[in-house]
T-cell receptor
């Protein structure tokens, strides 16, 4: 039982490049989210999903796309990377009850 | 819009002292208040949470209090130990369509416990 996994752990991109951050869970949780963490700003919600085929925007969705074709996977796509997207990205999952969200180990992304 | 303010941003205590971190939230519909601990380079981990129908909850050396009227909630750590050193985040949650509980996080408190 791996819980929530994220790949890669580290990534360096050049401005304008695109990439996909992977998130997978084996807990059969309905709810999945992507957050970014920047110094002094806590965690901010990018996109979330309430089940396969259903996604919605969070607080800071611009520049990111998501899809949820299966319960297990929730990839985050950066369409054209910008230095402002340099951050640590966390995927999180939650079941129907209780409310606890489980975070993945994170991906540290640097855009030069 | 929704907002959570957290104070202080840094807190330094001596081992054995108590530490208190305070948060205020703006959305009166918030109904769930978790606290996360994040060690350097690690993922946030839930340490305690409280629902809006409860005023206080305790788990060994940590406790959380909630004042719904004032929209305040606080984390209390007693008998602090060096391993309590970390960044602590509060959050307030509202339930959206589909049952998803959207978490709004505070900016974090860096707690240092000195031996």
């Amino acid at each position: 039982n791996a819980g929530v996994t994220q790949t890669p752990k580290f990534q360096v991109l050049k401005t304008g490049q695109s990439m996909t951050l992977q998130c997978a869970q084996d807990m059969n949780h309905e709810y999945m989210s992507w957050y970014r963490q920047d110094p002094g700003m806590g965690l901010r919600l990018i996109h979330y999903s309430v089940g396969a085929g259903i996604t919605d925007q969070g607080e800071v969705p611009n520049g990111y796309n998501v899809s949820r074709s299966t319960t297990e996977d929730f990839p985050l796509r950066l369409l054209s990377a910008a230095p402002s997207q340099t951050s640590v990205y966390f995927c999180a999952t939650r079941g129907a009850q209780p409310y606890e969200q489980y975070f993945g180990p994170g991906t540290r992304l640097t855009v030069t | 819009g929704e907002n959570v303010e957290q104070h202080p941003s840094t807190l330094s205590v001596q081992e054995g002292d108590s530490a208190v971190i305070k948060c205020t939230y703006s959305d009166s519909a918030s109904n769930y208040f978790p606290w996360y601990k994040q060690e350097l380079g690690k993922r946030p981990q839930l340490i305690i949470d409280i629902r809006s129908n409860v005023g206080e909850k305790k788990d060994q050396r940590i406790a959380v209090t909630l004042n719904k009227t004032a929209k305040h909630f606080s984390l209390h750590i007693t008998e602090t130990q060096p391993e309590d050193s970390a960044v602590y985040f509060c959050a307030a949650s509202i339930t959206l369509y589909g049952g998803y509980n959207k978490l709004i996080f505070g900016a974090g408190t860096r707690l240092a416990v000195h031996p």
